[in-house]
């Protein structure tokens, strides 16, 4: 299938708490390095004609202030837990306008989480100006947005099943730590990936450091970017001069392309 050339931003790149941690007296929340300084993970998607955001944090305002986005064309959810779907109201900024409802795409058990937290969007009399969604189910099957090809990848956070994405040659997973044989085989080929590394410890949901650099080897993925990481990884600059080539920490505001 083919893929347009992509931009890829990084709108954040922290974990549920963010960096700097409330309340936190540690080197790393009070590095004066901006690559220290992470909003919660997401990113944003981008071919000529296309815009997709990938969860909406509790950050989602600010990340688009920063970004400088004034057209979104569809959210693509990967799982319900609130750091990822916190700031679906602030969508109606491009309901305002765009006099369009926004296209959300999300797996059912997300879309279970949605009307729970977000019931006031899909009630039968609606208060003005509350979002305005259009919402779709993701199953296993590739499906396309405008002109981006988006292939689903299931992976495991612990027990949750949460969605990765492949949009041509890249990847973007996150809050996983285990993934499928058959999951894998979708991955492999990609020229670039960002996978969640939340710290150096093992951690019962996530992949830790190592583990994360051990699936990118196995599969042979050329280019990677690590991402939800916590202030328990330590400082940006340290960790990442010690991580083998082609592999990075991935920080707030980065920007890659995608052929």
Not at 98 to 113: D, G, I, R, S
């Amino acid at each position: 299938m083919f893929s347009p050339a992509l931009k890829i931003t990084f709108l954040g790149t922290g974990t549920s708490g963010g960096v700097p941690m409330i309340a936190c007296d540690c080197g790393v929340c009070h590095s004066p390095d901006s690559k220290d300084k992470r909003l919660r993970s997401s990113i944003l998607v981008e071919s000529d004609t296309t815009t997709i955001v990938i969860d909406t944090t509790p950050d989602f305002r600010t990340q688009m202030l920063r970004a400088g986005v004034k057209k979104l064309d569809a959210v693509l959810f990967t799982h319900p837990h609130k750091d990822h779907i916190a700031g679906l109201d602030d969508v109606k900024a491009f309901n305002y306008f765009h006099q369009q409802p926004m296209k959300v795409y999300a797996n059912e058990l997300t879309q279970q989480a949605l009307h729970r937290e977000f019931a006031y969007i899909f009630a039968a009399h609606k208060y003005p100006g509350i979002p305005d969604i259009s919402l779709h189910s993701i199953a296993a099957e590739p499906f396309v947005i405008g002109d981006i090809p988006i292939v689903p990848i299931q992976v495991w956070h612990l027990n949750m099943p949460v969605l990765g994405f492949r949009f041509g040659h890249f990847t973007y997973i996150t809050d996983a730590n285990r993934i499928d044989d058959t999951e894998k085989e979708k991955i492999k080929g990609s020229k670039a990936m960002v996978l969640n590394a939340l710290r150096q410890e093992k951690h019962i949901s996530h992949f830790n450091l190592p583990e994360a650099v051990a699936l990118v080897n196995e599969l042979q993925v050329k280019e990677a970017y690590f991402t939800h990481i916590s202030h328990q990884m330590g400082a940006h600059s340290t960790v990442n001069a010690g991580l083998p080539a082609g592999i990075q920490l991935a920080y707030d505001e980065l920007v890659v392309f995608s052929a």
